[in-house]
């Protein structure tokens, strides 16, 4: 309900009804004035809200920023480097569109002082009443009242106007805060589409770590298990060398006794290097091997012994060993007399990659892709282990060399697969040979993209002739798998989680060989994706430039700074993208979240 308009000549009346409609024109100036206390109330704790959530948000930004895991080797992939950034934005308040505003309205406006409805100016004769005060006083009361008629006349001109001046002056800060306000949200939703090509991305180099954590994990248990059972003997090849505490029998002042060495003999050169646990200065002893005899056990106290004869000392020197398996140890490290008999490997036909490796290789590959190229997680699942031997021995049976039809139902896909897994994983030197293993390593870690495809292809051509050839049949077999990776779920990161170990093989079963597991992953992977490139034609003489050493250190990572993107139709949001260098963003109502 609208109030009635005041008319300046009732202000000459000053009439009951008059001063009912000003009353109530005042009343609701009162209103007013409690309506934008609550706006500014509320509007500040709105404010400070914001503020808060900012400050959280640049805080949460900060420490993702600052957040650094420490790693395992000496790089980290480029999916654990995508994994290492994250993105970061500000976000500003705009307490100067809303509260000012209305505090300055409400001082100027409202805060003037209210009194006509509440009885006006009372005009009075003086109480002494003569004929000369009489004419005085009826002067002067009119001069007051014409006051007060003037008074009456700005009073309603300025109630009228304020009344009128509320509905802009109080409305368009309130609308500037709300555009503000839904300008950020706005910003957010641009931010958000911004994000999902990194949160996919995330999404997909998360994936990758995930399969390149279970391959090295299974590769890593498997060690663990050779080394639970035999602990001693797994040692580096290529480096004879046996190391471990023994006791030695000394003389001290009160007569023999037993003191603890931590021990290392290198065969090559048979030399044998002795640490004293009690670590005083000037404890470690070194001795040129002459010659090594089991000790008989001819008390409990001198059980799992033997004797040593060096060039640097005179007479026998004995030491004892943890137990009597220990003892063979170190007593066939030093040539002594007790050969240590290792377990059976695989038979050396199943070793060789030679003319009859290649057919099973072929009939294992055409058998997957006429029966089982479609399987769902082909290559991941892992096949009857009695089976897999049974597929081995008897196509490698040297009477009957390659007499298996893999395409018979005896043998499941899961056999297949895994029995060419078996076959490559076991041979004597890997397909991509331990000579050229560590090159390919270091290629995988560079930080160019076109560096390291480059540096790959022209290392795929120095391997021997052999070896690239069953490269290329397996990695051509692994591109057709991928070609149907919407029914099997097997990409090329997958494929290259399966067989990164299996075609480079590390030549020493350590941890940190495993750590390299990942970049063994890598290069297959690039294998797959850039067959086309890789195995179209040798590279050019001196097209690769010299392998750089690995990263000495992580490098810092930035955080990623979500671009801008100029105006555009919001069909477009999700598909086109544009960095502006300056940080700045086109949208007109992005310019005035800034400014909140």
């Known amino acids: 309900m609208g109030h009635p308009p005041l008319e300046f000549s009732d202000c000459y009346r000053d009439s009951p009804d008059f001063r009912e409609r000003l009353k109530s024109y005042e009343q609701e100036l009162e209103r007013t004035n409690k309506f934008i206390k609550e706006i500014i109330k509320d509007g500040s704790a709105l404010i400070n809200a914001i503020k808060v959530y900012s400050a959280a948000v640049v805080k949460l930004s900060q420490s993702l920023q600052a957040f650094q895991f420490e790693f395992i080797g000496d790089t980290l992939t480029d999916d654990e480097i995508n994994i290492g950034k994250q993105p970061a934005w500000r976000i500003q308040n705009s307490s100067n569109l809303l509260i000012k505003p209305l505090e300055t309205f409400k001082k100027d406006h409202i805060g003037w002082p209210r009194y006509w409805a509440s009885g006006g100016f009372p005009l009075r004769h003086p109480a002494v009443c003569d004929d000369h005060y009489v004419s005085q006083a009826d002067q002067q009361l009119d001069r007051e009242r014409q006051n007060v008629y003037e008074a009456s006349l700005e009073y309603v001109y300025k109630i009228q106007e304020v009344h009128e001046r509320k509905k802009f002056d109080v409305v368009e800060p309130v609308l500037a805060f709300l555009h503000g306000l839904l300008t950020f949200h706005h910003l957010t939703f641009e931010l958000t589409q911004d994000f999902m090509p990194y949160k996919q991305q995330l999404q997909l180099s998360l994936q990758h770590t995930r399969n390149h954590f279970l391959s090295t994990r299974e590769e890593m248990e498997e060690l663990m298990g050779r080394v639970k059972e035999a602990p001693q ?168 060399p390659g007499d298996v039809d893999l395409q018979s139902n005896e043998w499941d896909i899961k056999t297949v697969t895994s029995g060419l897994k078996h076959y490559l994983r076991n041979l004597e030197e890997p397909v991509m040979t331990y000579k050229l293993h560590r090159e390919l390593i270091t290629a995988s870690k560079s930080d160019n993209i076109d560096y390291r495809l480059g540096a790959i292809h022209s290392l795929v051509y120095k391997l021997p002739d052999t070896s690239r050839d069953i490269l290329i049949l397996i990695i051509q077999h692994l591109v057709n798998v991928c070609g149907h990776s919407k029914e099997n779920l097997m990409t090329a990161s997958n494929l290259g989680v399966i067989f990164g170990p299996t075609l480079l093989r590390a030549q020493e079963d350590t941890v940190a060989a495993m750590m390299n597991i990942k970049f063994q992953n890598i290069v297959v992977e690039i294998l797959i994706e850039q067959h086309d490139r890789i195995f179209r034609s040798p590279p050019e003489e001196s097209s690769a430039p010299p392998i750089p050493p690995p990263r000495a250190a992580p490098r810092r990572r930035q955080p990623i700074t979500i671009s801008k993107r100029p105006s555009r139709p919001r069909h477009a949001l999700s598909h086109a993208h544009s960095e502006d260098t300056e940080g700045q963003c086109a949208h007109t109502c992005v310019r005035v979240c800034v400014c909140m």
Not at 350 to 366: A, D, S
Not at 391 to 397: K, N, P, V, W
């Open 233 to 400: 003997s797994c040692k580096l090849p290529g480096q004879p060398i046996i190391e471990g505490y023994l006791y030695s029998q000394e003389k001290r002042a009160l007569g023999f006794s037993w003191v603890k060495y931590y021990c290392t003999y290198v065969k090559e050169t048979k030399s044998l290097t002795m640490i004293s646990c009690d670590q005083k200065p000037g404890s470690k002893q070194e001795f040129k091997l002459k010659l090594c005899v089991r000790r008989k056990s001819d008390s409990i106290d001198k059980r799992f012994c033997f004797d040593v004869e060096t060039m640097e000392r005179q007479g026998p020197v004995t030491l004892q060993a943890l137990s009597e398996a220990n003892r063979r140890l170190w007593i066939e490290a030093m040539d002594g007399k007790e050969p240590i008999y290792t377990t059976p490997t695989a038979k050396p036909e199943e070793r060789q990659l030679n003319e009859i490796g290649f057919k099973f290789v072929r009939k294992c590959i055409n058998a997957v892709e006429t029966r089982g190229i479609t399987t769902e997680g082909i290559y991941r699942t892992v096949g009857s282990n009695f089976q897999v031997q049974k597929l081995l021995s008897q196509f490698f049976d040297s009477n009957h």
